[in-house]
């Protein structure tokens, strides 16, 4: 039985930007009054934030997904405008052996400028002529890098940010977080709410998590940089009178707000295009194969 899933290359769950603390002339520190009102000083090109992000997906216990994404966000006037993500991804066997897949579970590296993404390693590493090590894929949505398997709340989107805190329910103290004492906020949104504040969502997510509920805890500094975000959903599936309980979480830390990020695209001599390649270019694995 087939199951289609969302197995995304880039698991890399998404952050809340703040700007670093202002200095008043009196020498105390002027803070951001909200998390969305930070996050939108955060965007100042050439800056950015560094994050790490791990994330699983079980298929009713016969196939489990686990990614593993670090890497750097760089900030434009009005959002995200680059990154540089390397990932692994362990499919857990569901893919059989595909030979068309070789190098699925390498790590592969994708650095993207605009809405352009080289790509080097992973399953695309035999692909490519000799002398070359990057793989340009034009058309990129800038805004797939960072929704992974199980990372749909990003919340370096001011428009994903200020819904999902819409939906909060409780907050208390969250504990130390990457050098900062935070405050957790904790709720739940479905996954219908989340994609009418962020419509390009709806192109991201399987149709099987259409009618799903996310839980979610982000923890944000006083600064009200969000310092970590975990996210979760379960949903059903139907197949042939068989149900699948389908299981998905991501956690995602971020730390350096404000620091200096350059992201710059590979050298030309180094990258080859889709004509290039002997054949076409294969797709990730959106079909995970569960047996009869």
Do not use: H
Not at 102 to 117: L, Y
Not at 163 to 182: D, E, I, M, P, Q
Not at 199 to 221: D, E, F, N, T, Y
Not at 250 to 268: E, F, I, R
């Amino acid at each position: 039985m087939a199951l289609a899933c969302a197995a995304t290359a880039a698991l890399v769950a998404p952050a809340v930007a703040a700007p670093a603390q202002a200095q008043t002339t009196a020498g105390s520190q002027a803070r951001p009054a909200n998390p969305l009102a930070a996050l939108k000083k955060q965007f100042v090109p050439g800056r950015g934030v560094r994050v790490v992000s791990s994330a699983k997906m079980s298929f009713g216990g016969f196939v489990n997904i686990k990614s593993g994404s670090k890497g750097v966000f760089g900030f434009g006037r009005s959002g995200v405008s680059s990154s540089d993500l390397t990932t692994k991804i362990n499919y857990g066997g569901g893919l059989g052996d595909d030979d068309e897949l070789k190098g699925i579970n390498d790590p592969m590296r994708t650095i993207t400028v605009g809405r352009t993404s080289y790509v080097s390693g992973g399953v695309y590493a035999d692909l490519l002529p000799d002398g070359k090590s990057w793989l340009r894929l034009p058309g990129q949505d800038p805004d797939a890098a960072l929704t992974g398997i199980g990372g749909y709340v990003n919340p370096l989107d001011p428009r994903a940010l200020q819904a999902v805190l819409a939906t909060t329910k409780a907050k208390g103290a969250g504990g130390v977080v990457n050098g900062a004492r935070t405050t957790l906020y904790r709720g739940t949104i479905t996954v219908k709410q989340l994609a009418a504040a962020v419509p390009s969502l709806r192109k991201q997510l399987p149709s099987s998590a259409s009618k799903g509920v996310i839980s979610w805890r982000l923890w944000i500094g006083g600064d009200q940089l969000v310092r970590k975000v975990v996210s979760s959903m379960t949903t059903t599936v139907k197949s042939k009178k068989i149900s699948i309980t389908i299981e998905s979480s991501s956690t995602t830390t971020y730390s350096g707000w404000g620091g200096k990020v350059t992201v710059k695209a590979p050298p030309k001599s180094q990258v080859a295009t889709t004509s290039d390649i002997d054949g076409s270019v294969p797709d990730l694995p959106q079909v995970i194969d569960l047996g009869d």
